[in-house]
């Protein structure tokens, strides 16, 4: 029976191999077939409109310069070209793809195409099927100067020859033939009027007549500049956006004086148009006035009525009062910085309790000299500006009501150095919007941005974007908030979101200590209906949130969202710093976002999200989804720390996790949003998650998952994510999670590359060895168990307290030196190779005792004579293997004996990996000659071990003559590190950790 035994156990064995054998074919076979499938060439294909109509008889010639064949998963250029367009003045083209083949990344314009002209981007437009791209152009060099009178207008140069109008960056994703279509296109002379025009813009071409120079003064600032332009591409872009143009109403109501050209839908031409009559003045430029000018303006009335005579120094209306939109009219067009106060009285001469203003349209700022103005609600007799930190005090007395019409906002910024505050703005499209390049080094603080004076007013404007405030096109080094408690806004009750930022340009702005999505008592939400910030489509090097005393927003309470990061590749660089996202503003309880904490969303890249409290929110702390080389680092995500006051600033030491109170994201289960700390899919490649505390989420605390997701161009590679230094405990699941998926074309694939988890082979109060992938980064955690056999079978990780780091030698095999273990301690790891991609956590391995030494016989001492410092062959015992019996075969220094008369390397501490006939090898290959005394015992060349857990080597005597001068080589091949724990720095960055790798 016993041969029978056998050979099933053999043919388990062979079954066992075969199997595994089999498996890695077909792993192999996949990733074959997957990189077979990247190197698929794509053929692009190019088409223009059918029908083009021009007025001239030997008009412009445009079409797309593209390569004929692309490699798939490589970036192409596709290039918008024109000849015979030396007239030209503008363009709008909207290219047609499928998104699922062509990923778009950037569509800009190209500068010079005008000349010396200055161009007015007038940005892309995306669209379920391709995009918008349009730029016009100025008639001097600089369109945001305000020497009107003074700047040369260019005559256009544009060369006869190709010309490069556009570029169009694309990600190839699919192989076979791609078509690329410019579905509808316009182009139009310096003037406006039709140059080439697709069947859509017929009626474009038909329109003649120019209209009066007042009629393009759309700010009514009573000159014609830039700000009138981006009135028109505010509302052009609107339209675009929700599909206005593809069923052909492209107009509401309020904005058909934007239509300049009467053509019945709004694009270049009217802009152009515009743009052509630069620097042109209703009359004649506003003289300086004959008396001092009133430099401080006195709102006495509640009404609407426009100023009789902006720009003679006096706020006066046809019936002799001074409203609010007078003021801003005759600020406008007044030389020098102006401010305006309120004094709305009853008629019996007291202080209403509450002034409402309801004005027809919006509120235009668009001084003529940059100077500014100052419009101060706080000067309403019995208003007050916020005094508390925590539970606001704020009296707001000015209220401008809307009546949510589409495309119109509240007030409407399109020039600098204004400061706006305590007001209460809602029911807009907008509340507040500062749009354009001119529109910088403005101020907005103390205001209600989206509900009442009373923060009871909750907007609900289906059809229309509610916000409180946005920023676009332009609109830089803007401050919204302040870092003093009077500066605070509340960004609440708006149908969307609470802050957007949106479009190129938009850089440089600071948005601290505003409340988004709260009452000013911070103790109740007040949703926004969408995102609480959103900073989207090419957005860049934006600062929400600081490190300083008083900077924090607290950011809860939204109905999505906390922030959203998103659209465009060009979104960069933008710092989510030290806010409260989820969490009240005493930082003792949450009032959660209804999604996620933080979103990276669709290809935004190199954004830093750090030193935030991230707890409570609905779906998953944080997400990246499609998004490249992000990183979130010194978060509290799921745990608050207690005590914070409202001006100190957030610095979370993971390893000391003492007096945390547990607040897990994900306390919305069923709504999609997700359950983790961190979760990443679609594709998002080279983020990293460094140093942060995660814990106590119903799921995962960080999560990979290979899943392609809703946009037609995501991914199932999750790839080169890194993790380090991070403290996960008590997570319901595992720490890190990489899930495999098969996608949608049926390939399996696996997060970060299907990196395994290190192994650790054993583990004592010193040192801890093991195996990973060859010269892959290993971090050692001591785990959040207390078992090292867990009976619900969680028995991988959590790391919850970084000890140290080390690389693993060309075997895989690692040793780390740690300290501060003891017996019984539980530790873990994981391992990040050289792509950046980092594993789930090891199985967990219990801390034991060193082994204690087994004594070892050693030979007496026989007498040999030999001369002095003669390295002659004496009759002097030779070493011969023994083998001694120890525990476990670990590298450990050892300390040897020098042999008598031989040259050989000096002895020290050193890792013996395997039994050797020669002596301990040591870490120098200097030779130390040992003279022998005369006429003396020789001791025997025995090394005696000591507190070593290396296999001995006892050495025999025999009377073998001894070598002369032998060296020793040190072996190698070996696992021979000197690790170190990394001490913890004062001040946290991510530069400290594992470092970054660049995404092959």
Request: glycine share 10%; charged share 15%.
């Amino acid at each position: 029976m016993r041969p029978q035994t056998h050979s099933t156990f053999f043919d388990r064995v062979v079954i066992i191999f075969l199997f595994v054998i089999s498996g890695f074919t077909l792993a192999v076979w996949q990733q074959s077939a997957r990189a077979q499938e990247r190197q698929g060439t794509a053929v692009i294909i190019t088409t223009l409109p059918s029908e083009l109509s021009t007025d001239a008889e030997s008009g412009p010639r445009v079409w797309l310069e593209a390569p004929a064949t692309v490699r798939v998963d490589e970036t192409t250029i596709i290039r918008l070209m024109g000849e015979e367009v030396s007239a030209l003045g503008g363009y709008e083209i909207k290219l047609t793809y499928d998104p699922a083949q062509l990923v778009l990344l950037t569509a800009e314009t190209t500068p010079g195409w005008a000349g010396e002209r200055a161009l007015l981007p007038m940005g892309t437009v995306r669209q379920p099927d391709g995009v918008i791209l349009s730029s016009a152009s100025c008639p001097v060099a600089d369109c945001a100067s305000v020497a009107y009178t003074d700047e040369p207008r260019l005559e256009p140069d544009t060369a006869v020859g190709p010309v490069e109008l556009a570029t169009f960056q694309f990600d190839v994703r699919a192989s076979g033939e791609i078509n690329l279509a410019v579905a509808d296109m316009l182009l139009v002379d310096t003037v406006g009027q039709v140059l080439l025009a697709s069947e859509r813009y017929e009626m474009d071409n038909a329109q003649t007549i120019r209209p009066v120079t007042s009629a393009l003064d759309l700010s009514g600032n009573q000159v014609v500049n830039d700000a009138d332009a981006y009135l028109v591409v505010s509302a052009w872009r609107e339209l675009a956006r929700d599909g206005r143009f593809l069923n052909g109403r492209c107009l509401a109501p309020t904005i058909t004086a934007y239509d300049v050209n009467g053509s019945g839908c709004l694009n270049v031409a009217d802009m152009q148009m515009i743009l052509a009559a630069w620097g042109q003045w209703i009359d004649t430029p506003p003289a300086t006035p004959s008396h001092t000018p009133q430099t401080v303006f006195i709102v006495n009335s509640s009404g609407d009525q426009s100023d009789s005579n902006p720009g003679d120094g006096q706020c006066q209306t046809a019936v002799g009062s001074c409203t609010l939109r007078a003021a801003i009219e005759e600020s406008n067009a007044l030389p020098g910085t102006d401010t305006i106060h309120f004094d709305i009285r009853n008629t019996n001469g007291s202080c209403p309790n509450l002034v409402t203003i309801i004005p027809a349209n919006e509120l235009i700022i668009d001084a003529t000299d940059n100077a500014g103005v100052t419009i101060d609600g706080y000067t309403q007799c019995n208003a007050a500006a916020n005094s508390q930190w925590i539970n606001g005090n704020a009296v707001i007395k000015i209220e401008i009501q809307g009546n949510n019409t589409p495309y119109v906002y509240g007030l409407h910024v399109l020039s600098p150095n204004n400061v706006i505050k305590g007001l209460a703005v809602y029911n807009w499209h907008r509340q507040i919007q500062l749009l354009g390049s001119r529109a910088h080094h403005n101020t907005i603080e103390g205001n209600f941005l989206g509900t009442n004076a009373a923060n009871t007013f909750v907007q609900n404007a289906s059809g229309i974007e509610g916000e409180g405030i946005r920023l676009a096109l332009g609109a830089s080094e803007n401050l919204i908030g302040g870092n003093t408690a009077a500066q605070r806004n509340i960004f609440s009750g708006n149908d969307q979101d609470g802050i957007g930022l949106q479009g190129v340009g938009v850089v440089n702005n600071v948005i601290i200590n505003n409340y988004v999505g709260l009452r000013q008592t911070g103790t109740t939400r007040l949703r926004n209906g969408a995102d609480g910030v959103d900073v989207a489509e090419g957005v860049a090097n934006n600062q929400i949130g600081g490190l300083n005393p008083g900077e924090r927003n607290v950011i809860s309470g939204n109905s999505r969202d906390g922030i959203e990061i998103s659209h465009n590749i060009a979104t960069q660089g933008n710092l989510i710093v030290g806010n409260f996202i989820g969490l009240n503003p005493s930082g003792n309880g949450t009032i959660y976002n209804g999604g996620r904490g933080v979103t990276f969303e669709d290809q935004v890249t190199a954004n830093l999200v750090y030193r935030n409290v991230i707890v409570g929110n609905g779906g998953d702390g944080t997400r990246f989804y499609t998004v490249f080389d992000n990183q979130l680092y010194d978060n509290f995500i799921g745990v608050a720390p207690t005590g914070l006051g409202p001006r100190e600033v957030i610095i979370p030491v993971p390893g000391a996790e003492d007096g945390l109170v547990a607040m897990p994201n994900g306390t919305l289960p069923g709504n999609g949003y997700g359950l983790s700390g961190v979760y990443m899919t679609a594709g998002s490649q080279g983020n990293s998650v460094t140093h942060n505390i995660i814990a106590y989420h119903p799921e995962y605390g960080i999560y990979l998952n290979a899943d392609k997701g809703y946009l037609p161009y995501g991914t199932c590679e999750p790839y080169y994510n890194t993790f380090s230094q991070n403290s996960l405990y008590d997570n319901a699941a595992k720490g890190i999670r990489l899930k495999s998926g098969i996608c949608d074309d049926d390939l399996e694939y696996f997060p970060n590359e299907g990196i395994q988890a290190p192994q650790i082979t054993a583990a004592t109060p010193t040192q801890v060895t093991g195996v990973t992938c060859n010269g892959c980064q290993v971090e050692l955690f001591l785990a959040d168990k207390t078992v090292v056999n867990d009976p619900n079978g969680d028995n991988y990780g959590e790391g919850k307290t970084y000890l140290a780091q080390g690389t693993a030698n060309g075997s895989g095999n690692f040793t780390i030196a740690v300290s501060g273990v003891v017996v019984g301690d539980i530790l873990t790891a994981h391992t990040t190779d050289s792509a950046g991609n980092s594993s789930e956590f090891a199985r967990n391995v219990a801390v034991t005792a060193p082994p204690t030494p087994t004594s070892t016989h050693t030979p007496t001492p026989t007498s040999t004579h030999t001369p002095t410092l003669t390295p002659t062959p004496t009759n002097t015992p030779t070493p011969t293997p023994t083998n001694t019996s120890t525990n476990t075969p670990t590298p450990t220094p050892t300390n040897t004996a020098t042999p008598t008369a031989t040259h050989t390397p000096t002895p020290t501490n050193t890792a013996t990996p395997t039994p050797t006939i020669t002596p301990t090898p040591t870490n120098t290959l200097t030779p130390t000659i040992t003279p022998t005394p005369t006429n003396t015992l020789t001791p025997t060349i025995t090394p005696t071990p000591t507190n070593t857990l290396t296999p001995t080597i006892t050495p025999t005597p025999t009377n073998t003559p001894t070598p002369t001068t032998t060296h020793t080589p040190t072996p190698t091949g070996t696992a021979t590190m000197t690790p170190t724990s990394t001490p913890l720095p004062n001040e946290w960055t991510y530069f400290t950790y594992l470092p970054m790798v660049q995404r092959p």
